[in-house]
């Protein structure tokens, strides 16, 4: 199902539901109004003849034919027919305005108030009400006033009114309405499922050409890009955001394939140098000492190997793979002390200073890769300045990081150089000519380090005055300073 079908089954069937709601409340609305204008009719006429019996003591005296009572004005929507009943169900008074068949009025109802509906013989609805009039009883005085009169009216304890007012015109009216508010709610719901399909179409026709483009798009044309509308809607916010996926894909892709081409090269080169001495020393029979110089030279050019092979399988781990679970808890201070006992040995072990602010330096890491990259950063420094020159070693808080610096007083950098050199197998034109040994992987491995601690590293550096590598990591909370904000 598409989605063009399901927003217009949601939106038909909301206003369905709707136009059912209406119809209904205005056919109610209009059915109690037109009930009551009959009642009220009926009612009217029930008081004028209410208003024609004579009641007292003596009882109820109703004689017609001395009075011309009007109950209503000839044939109309308002005719009505009445009846008069005295106990044991006689007949006083039967009237029918027009000569209408009024219904047989059902005398089990007599006394009721409330009105009703009843069909005569034809077949038409009436509507009914009945209604008792009782003489009230006798009292002492009235009697004595009464006495010795002669009363030739007939009198009765009771008698009972019966009105009925005919329905058809209600009916009539009704069914009427009911047709009207079918047609028109048919009407309104077949306008609304042409023009909603219609808009719903135009609506997403963007859609369905960015997912035809997006069809069309292979490894082989990563350039392409999805047609963006120029409605600044949630739509251009979709394409937009596709199509800047498609070029971070895209640069991904890319740098993916810059890296396994320059992998492949730096692979080959040692492997050809390895398997040329292998080769060389082969051809003829050797001494016990030019196996061992070839044995020597193998071994270099295979550690060299290994080392790239452990650079990159490093570098195509994930984020998760990358920095294993165990991590511990240090003061970064203390760590750097301790691990800067291992450099002792390096021919530039006394250029290098250290400058540490106050801490403490509490910080979560893995000992062994946190080294690596401080390693990598220190044999950058050692490699491109000259020797007595100073590198320092710097540790500060900023916020809620810890900031290391490692700063020397080289080459320098070119700017045109900056954001390439965290790049696998980048190496300068100026790194080239000086002759420093390297395979170009010792930033990329210590901006991927730095990115599983959660941490980031950036450089600045000018040609000739030197340059500053900062690392920044969390800072984790001491107990003393957890206790304290708690």
């Not at 009039?133 to 002492?140: D, F, G, L, Q, W």
């Not at 061992?292 to 295979?302: A, D, I, S």
Request: hydrophobic share 40%.
């Amino acid at each position: 199902m598409t989605l063009t079908t399901r927003l217009t089954g949601f939106f038909l069937a909301g206003l369905a539901v709707t136009l059912l709601m209406f119809s209904l409340v205005v056919y109610l609305l209009m059915r109690e109004r037109l009930y009551a204008e009959v009642d009220a009719r009926a009612i009217s006429s029930l008081n004028t003849l209410t208003a024609a019996a004579e009641v007292d003591e003596r009882g109820v005296e109703w004689e017609v034919s001395e009075r011309l009572i009007v109950v209503d004005h000839g044939r109309g929507d308002g005719f009505v027919c009445y009846s008069v009943t005295a106990p044991g169900n006689r007949s006083l008074e039967t009237y029918c305005a027009g000569g209408d068949e009024p219904p047989k009025f059902d005398m089990s109802n007599l006394g009721r108030e409330h009105p009703y509906t009843q069909a005569n013989a034809r077949g038409e609805l009436w509507r009914v009400f009945h209604r008792r009039i009782e003489a009230p009883p006798p009292t002492e005085l009235s009697s004595k006033a009464h006495f010795g009169e002669r009363d030739p009216s007939e009198r009765f304890a009771y008698i009972d009114l019966s009105v009925a007012v005919p329905c058809d015109a209600v009916t009539s009216a009704l069914r009427g309405l009911a047709l009207i508010l079918t047609g028109v709610s048919i009407a309104v719901w077949l306008a609304a499922f042409v023009s909603s399909c219609w808009i719903c179409r135009r609506a997403l026709r963007p859609v369905t050409a960015m997912a035809t483009r997006a069809r069309a798009i292979t490894v082989n044309d990563l350039g392409e890009r999805l047609p963006v509308p120029a409605t600044r809607d949630e739509l251009a916010t979709l394409g937009n955001s596709f199509n800047g996926l498609l070029d971070r894909v895209e640069e991904a892709f890319e740098r993916q394939q810059r890296f396994a081409g320059d992998a492949s090269h730096q692979l080959r080169t040692p492997l050809a140098a390895l398997l040329g001495q292998v080769e060389v020393c082969l051809r003829h029979p050797r001494s016990d000492s030019e196996y061992r110089e070839t044995l020597e030279k193998v071994h270099g050019r295979g550690e060299h190997l290994r080392l790239i092979v452990e650079s990159l399988l490093f570098l195509t781990r994930s984020d998760a793979d990358a920095l294993p679970a165990a991590l511990e808890a240090v003061d970064l201070a203390e760590w750097l002390q301790d691990h800067l006992q291992s450099c002792t040995a390096n021919s530039r072990a006394a250029d290098l200073h250290v400058a540490i602010d106050p801490g403490p330096y509490p910080v979560k890491l893995h000992s062994v890769l946190f080294g690596q990259l401080l390693d990598n950063l220190l044999d950058n420094a050692f490699s491109y300045s000259p020797n007595c020159s100073p590198v320092t070693i710097g540790m500060t808080t900023k916020g809620g990081s810890i900031v290391l610096s490692i700063t020397d007083c080289g080459v320098g950098i070119l700017a045109e150089d900056l954001p390439l050199i965290f790049n696998p197998f980048f190496r300068s034109a100026s790194a080239r000519r000086s002759g420093n040994t390297g395979i170009g992987l010792g930033l990329a491995i210590a901006r991927r380090i730095a990115t599983a601690h959660g941490g980031t590293i950036t450089v600045r550096s000018e040609p000739h005055q030197g340059t500053r590598f900062q690392v920044r990591v969390p800072r984790r909370l001491t107990e003393f300073e957890r206790n304290r904000v708690s």
